[in-house]
C-alpha cells in the first residue's frame, strides 16, 4: 500500500480485557514506532523497533503494553487487561530516515 | 520535563492572514525538526521539516524558521485559508533513531 495501515479503525474493549492492534508499515521501512495519543494531546512515544529489533521501548507506561515485530515488517502492539486510562488513539508510524510518515490511529475505548 | 514546548494552544486567524506557531526546545542533540498537521480522525501528515544548518526553509505557504541559539523554532502560514484548519504539531528527534518528540500541539481555526 502507499501509506502506513492500521487497524482496526476502532475498537471498543471491556475492562481486563486483551487487544490486539496492528501496523503495516510502508514497504521497505526499517524504522517503525508506537504513539499513544489522548485526547487533545501531542502523540507520546512508547515504542520503537528497526526492522524486527525494539530499540526503545521506554515509553510503555507498564508490563502490561507488549509490541513486536517478528519479521521485521507488520508490527502488533498489544495491552494486556486493560483499563479505563488505556483509552487512546494508537499511532503508528515507519520511516526510511528522518521523516517519519504516520497512519490514521487505532481508536481504543475501554468500558 | 516536556522537551518540546508549542505554543500558543489555540489560534484563530482570519482568512488571508498569517498563523505563527512557536515551539522550543532543550536538548542540543536535536538535530531534525518536523512539522506535523492533523486533522480530526486521521493521523499526523509530514508537513515541512528544517536541519539546524539552515535558518529558513520555505514550501508553498508554508515557511520554517529556525534560531539555533535560542533553540526555537516557529511554523508561518502565509494566506492562511479555511482549509488550514487543523492542529499543528512540532516536533523534534535525534539522528539515528530519529524519534520524533512532539510537541502538545496548536489548534488552528482559519474563519472565512
Known amino acids: 500500500g502507499a501509506g502506513v495501515s492500521q487497524s482496526p479503525r476502532y475498537k471498543v474493549a471491556k475492562r481486563g480485557q486483551d487487544v490486539a492492534l496492528r501496523c503495516d508499515p510502508i514497504?521497505?521501512?526499517?524504522?517503525l514506532f508506537w504513539y499513544q495519543q489522548a485526547l487533545g494531546q501531542g502523540p507520546e512515544f512508547l515504542t520503537y523497533?528497526?526492522?524486527?529489533?525494539?530499540?526503545?521501548k521506554s515509553g510503555l507506561p507498564s508490563d502490561r503494553f507488549f509490541a513486536e515485530r517478528p519479521e521485521g515488517s507488520v508490527s502488533t502492539l498489544k495491552i494486556q487487561r486493560t483499563q479505563q486510562e488505556d483509552s487512546a488513539v494508537y499511532l503508528c508510524?515507519?520511516?526510511?530516515?528522518?521523516?517519519?510518515?504516520f497512519g490514521q490511529g487505532t481508536r481504543l475505548t475501554v468500558v | 520535563q516536556q522537551q518540546v514546548k508549542q505554543s500558543p494552544q489555540s489560534l484563530i486567524v482570519q482568512k488571508g492572514g498569517i498563523s505563527i506557531i512557536n515551539c522550543a526546545y532543550e536538548?542540543?542533540?536535536?538535530?531534525?525538526f518536523p512539522w506535523y498537521q492533523q486533522f480530526p480522525g486521521k493521523g499526523p501528515a509530514l508537513l515541512i521539516a528544517?536541519?539546524?544548518?539552515?535558518s529558513e526553509k520555505k514550501e508553498g505557504r508554508f515557511t520554517i524558521s529556525f534560531n539555533k541559539s535560542a533553540k526555537q523554532f516557529s511554523l508561518h502560514i502565509m494566506d492562511s485559508q479555511p482549509g488550514d484548519s487543523a492542529t499543528y504539531f512540532c516536533?523534534?528527534?535525534?539522528?539515528?533513531?530519529?524519534?520524533?518528540?512532539f510537541g502538545r500541539g496548536t489548534s488552528l481555526i482559519v474563519h472565512p
Open positions: 508510524a515507519s520511516s526510511l530516515e528522518a521523516k517519519a510518515f
Open positions: 514497504s521497505g521501512h526499517v524504522s
Open positions: 523497533f528497526q526492522n524486527e529489533a525494539q530499540l526503545d
Open positions: 536538548n542540543t542533540a536535536f538535530d531534525y
Open positions: 528544517i536541519r539546524p544548518d539552515v
Open positions: 516536533a523534534a528527534s535525534t539522528g539515528g533513531s530519529y524519534i520524533p518528540t
